[in-house]
């Protein structure tokens, strides 16, 4: 395997490539936990020196996949809000497009999603350099709040939150700065709302919901237009994409 400085821009490429399709598919038989570039060598065939070459450590490792989900279930969302905008959708239609996008990608990635949304992984604490990636979940959804505010499509809660406000700038900096009454609480709202969404995930993928309710598919879009009640905004139902 050669990783050296001389190398092309494609076979420095492939050796991370091979590496991380390995550590992929170690995720779904090991978990992360179980995650070691001994497994990682072995499994792929290669010797410990090749992959420490371009993951000096677990840590490393771990850190390339984490950013590579984040990453991958993020354009989902972009890509299924885009489309569902272009299309003419409201805000409601756009979150249910952009939700339905991360769960397809939930299903077809269960390893990946687990350690993204999972239990922690003993000894790691993820840089950051995966915040960025991490932010692209949230940002869709802050997105579709304020087109939804901004085009008048959110109702106004029934009730405020008491006293003063709950988020750090970082949040505030990404919705754009804090509403005006009667939406001054928007943020925190939607803070409800992305957690609720990563709680139905959870559930869905490790199986919580699979013997309570009959279709699945249709149960998750009723929870998405029950949690956006919660932010004021109204999720059209019944059109079934999945």
Not at 98 to 108: D, E, I, K, Y
Not at 117 to 130: F, I, K, L, N, W
Not at 150 to 164: D, K, V, Y
Not at 166 to 174: I, K, S
């Amino acid at each position: 395997m050669d990783v050296s400085g001389t190398a092309s821009a494609d076979e420095n490429t492939r050796p991370q490539e091979v590496i991380k399709a390995t550590a992929r598919q170690l995720l779904v038989k090991l978990g992360a936990g179980g995650l070691t570039l001994d497994a990682v060598a072995s499994e792929g065939g290669l010797s410990v020196s090749d992959v420490e070459a371009v993951f000096p450590h677990r840590d490393a490792l771990l850190t390339a996949l984490l950013i590579d989900a984040y990453n991958e279930s993020g354009a989902a969302m972009e890509q299924a809000d885009q489309a569902a905008r272009e299309a003419g959708a409201p805000a409601g239609g756009r979150l249910l497009a952009a939700t339905r996008a991360l769960r397809r990608w939930s299903f077809a990635n269960p390893a990946e999603f687990t350690l993204v949304y999972g239990s922690p992984v003993p000894g790691y604490h993820a840089p950051q350099d995966t915040v960025p990636p991490a932010s692209r979940t949230p940002a869709v959804l802050a997105g579709i709040v304020r087109s939804a505010l901004e085009a008048g499509e959110l109702s106004a809660p029934r009730r405020q939150m008491p006293g003063p406000s709950l988020l750090l700038p970082d949040a505030e900096a990404l919705f754009g700065g804090v509403p005006e009454a009667p939406f001054s609480d928007l943020i925190e709202r939607g803070i409800v709302l992305w957690s609720s969404l990563v709680g139905l995930l959870v559930f869905q993928v490790f199986s919580r919901t699979h013997d309570s309710v009959l279709d699945e598919t249709a149960f998750f879009d009723y929870a998405i237009a029950v949690a956006a009640e919660g932010i004021g905004l109204v999720v059209p139902l019944g059109e079934h994409t999945d």
